[in-house]
């Protein structure tokens, strides 16, 4: 079979490899699309301590069961899934609490397993046995279906935030996540949703989803703006997700009198440190939480969410390329004038789904 093959910092190779065969307890996916995670480029540009290559990165799975092992029989050939990437143990008290993101000997496909940057992908017995397989509605097409994960990162992290009716959300971020965070809050009841981005580019691209306000750091003091939209209180509830000190640091003061604070993107690994006023937290009784990665529950919840039309996948998916062109969607991604971006190795098979989408560029 045809495969992106990651073989260290800046290498991805297009090349034949062997068509996994189903083991005992697995199932085999045909990929329709796998959507490009900021992770994954990260990984391609910078390499990854964990994953070592080579190996088959891209774990924003949408496919089609072509076979089942005897033994498996929750599943059935044709049947048209996603696959969560994070797989639990089942039996330690995270993985009981439907907390599998936090699975103390957690495995991860593209990490520990080949992803779905390739034309088949074989879903390891564990994740099957863990509930990582969801169906993908009748109405939701796989290119669609390819924004579940991370989408259900994004719920993970909106379910510890716990967002209520009325509350001022400040986003800071507008790329894919920030966009999919922005339109979860709306749906929980959010009064007022701002979007803040260091450039316009992005905030020009999400402009098509009405959020309330859009602030653009390159024109405005973003602290200052946010404290003037509010009335001096600041934001309820402020979402950070960029990688960066300077942005956890102006989310964590521009939250309001018992706000929280959600620092959704890790740091630089050699430069994990930000400055904290600890009386600001003190005196304002504010929280600050991390969230990471999602279990399940939340894939198919995001499932449910994109199907209902209350985060729209044909908004924040703005591209799509064939496996051949990977590293040109990798290069969509860095020049940050589109959303998410999704590969497939049949984009023929997907024209009809392709038409439901108005303004789709597709690089084949
Ligand atoms: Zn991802
Ligand atoms: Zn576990």
């Not at 989310?251 to 604070?261: E, H, L, P, R």
Request: proline letters at 4%; glycine letters at 10%.
């Amino acid at each position: 079979m045809k495969a992106a093959v990651y073989k260290g910092t800046e290498q991805i190779d297009i090349e034949e490899i062997a068509k996994p065969e189903i083991q005992p307890g697995t199932v085999l996916l045909k990929i329709k699309a796998c959507a490009i995670c900021g992770g994954d480029l990260r990984t391609f540009r910078h390499g990854h301590a964990a994953i070592k290559p080579p190996i088959v990165l891209g774990h924003e799975i949408a496919g089609e069961i072509i076979e089942v092992a005897d033994d498996v029989t929750t599943f059935k050939v044709g049947e048209r899934v996603i696959v969560a990437p994070a797989i639990g143990c089942t039996a330690c008290s995270y993985c009981l609490s439907g907390w599998q993101n936090m699975c103390y000997s957690r495995k991860t496909i593209a990490h520990h397993y080949n992803g779905g940057f390739a034309e088949y992908m074989l879903v390891p017995a564990g994740a099957v046995r863990a509930g990582n397989i969801n169906r993908i509605p009748d109405d939701v097409t796989y290119l669609e279906a390819s924004l579940a994960e991370p989408l259900a990162c994004v719920l993970n992290g909106q379910e510890v935030m716990n967002i209520g009716l009325g509350d001022t959300v400040a986003v800071i971020g507008a790329g894919p996540i920030g966009c999919m965070h922005a339109e979860v809050a709306r749906a929980r009841g959010a009064g007022k949703v701002f979007l803040i981005n260091r450039s316009g580019k992005r905030l020009a691209a999400a402009k098509k989803f009405g959020f309330d306000e859009y602030i653009d750091l390159s024109k405005t003091d973003g602290l200052k703006t946010v404290m003037d939209l509010t009335g001096g209180l600041g934001a309820n509830v402020v979402i950070v997700t960029a990688g960066s000190a300077e942005a956890q640091q102006m989310g964590i003061a521009m939250a309001s009198k018992m706000g929280k604070v959600c620092l959704f993107a890790g740091l630089p690994k050699d430069k994990p440190t930000i400055q904290l006023d600890a009386n600001h937290l003190h005196y304002r009784q504010i929280a600050v939480y991390g969230t990471f990665s999602s279990a399940p529950r939340h894939n198919a919840l995001a499932l449910e969410m994109i199907r209902s039309g209350k985060v729209s996948a044909k908004n924040l998916l703005t591209h799509l390329v064939s496996l051949e062109e990977i590293r040109k969607g990798m290069d969509f991604i860095d020049d940050r004038s589109g959303l998410r971006v999704a590969v497939s190795p049949c984009i023929d098979e997907l024209q009809e789904e392709i038409a439901k989408f108005s303004a789709l560029k597709v690089q084949k």
